[in-house]
């Protein structure tokens, strides 16, 4: 199984990009479903989480202009991300952990400029 992600590209700040992730087959008993960003010079972080029964969790820099969304039945999530700055800028990964294993998406690259 393979997670696709799509939706990443270049804005100017204060704009808003929205983040798809698609699984390629049905995964079972996802427990967690996330997003993470590799922002130049520092390691990667989980921006925004999503668990099972649908509680969210989101990094304090983004708390409030993202919103991380999931489609059980497409085995889809996506990110909507409002008022982006330069920091923001990054390659966005998508993630969901099931009871046997940990998937990754290839990464979108997510470029604010001022």
């Not at 989480?49 to 059980?72: C, K, L, P, Q």
């Not at 889809?76 to 940990?102: A, E, H």
Request: charged share 20%; net charge positive.
């Amino acid at each position: 199984v393979q997670l696709q992600a799509s939706g990443g590209g270049s804005v100017q700040a204060g704009e808003s990009l929205r983040l798809s992730c698609t699984a390629s087959a049905k995964i079972s008993g996802v427990q967690v479903r996330a997003w993470y960003r590799h922002t130049p010079g520092a390691q990667r972080e989980m921006v925004a989480s999503i668990r099972g029964g649908g509680t969210t969790y989101y990094a304090d820099s983004v708390e409030g202009r993202f919103r991380i969304s999931r489609d059980i039945r497409k085995d889809q999530i996506f990110l909507q991300m409002d008022s982006l700055n330069v920091d923001d800028t990054g390659t966005y990964y998508c993630f969901m952990k099931s009871p046997w294993r940990d998937y990754w998406g290839e990464g979108t690259q997510v470029t604010v400029s001022s």
